[in-house]
Each structure stands twice: as structure tokens, then as C-alpha cells.
């Protein structure tokens, strides 16, 4: 199995793609784009929004998922915080699992 890439991170993104920050911001991407939640690693071979490259897209999905973060009381083994977001699509689909599991 191949291990996936590791997403670039938001301090190096931030400061590489600075100046293109409004751009970014008023590009009207979303925490879900294309209907999907996908990871770095589906998302850098997906076309991205005209006038991005990846990483910007990956930063303008990363802010746009950061508003609706949710914390865990769990940490990672750097002390990190483990943290989600649940955009709508994905509440549609739990809702969907949740109505098909009842009885």
C-alpha cells in the first residue's frame, strides 16, 4: 500500500501565499469541495478553481474547514489536539447512515 503525501502545512502555506491571501479568500472555495472531503493526497490530483494551484486551493479549503473545527478530548503523541470538520455534505450523509440504521 502506498503511504499518502503529507499535506503542506498552513504555517509554510501562509507564508509562501501571502500576497495571494484575498485571492484565495474570495475564490469561493469550499470546506467540501467538488461534494467531497477529500485529503491532500486525492485533492493535488483533482483540477483545481481557475486561476489556483493546489497548495492555494489546500490553504482556501484548509481556512474554510478550520470554521467549523470540532475538538476532541483525545491528543495525538505530540501533545496535539485531534480536531474535525463536518461540513454539510457530510452531515447529509451521517443523517442518511443514522435514518438506515434504525429500526
Known sequence: MK????????PELFGKYAARLPNILNSGISAAPKGQY????????????AGLNHEEWWLGVKLA?????RKLPLKDA??????????????????????????
Open 3 to 10: 503511504i499518502p503525501q503529507k499535506p503542506p502545512q498552513l
Open 38 to 49: 477529500p485529503h491532500w493526497e486525492k485533492l493535488r490530483h483533482l483540477t483545481p478553481p
Open 65 to 69: 474547514r478550520s470554521s467549523m473545527y
Open 78 to 103: 505530540a501533545g496535539r489536539t485531534f480536531k474535525f470538520a463536518m461540513p454539510d455534505i457530510l452531515q447529509e450523509k451521517a443523517h442518511v447512515i443514522d435514518r438506515k440504521a434504525g429500526f
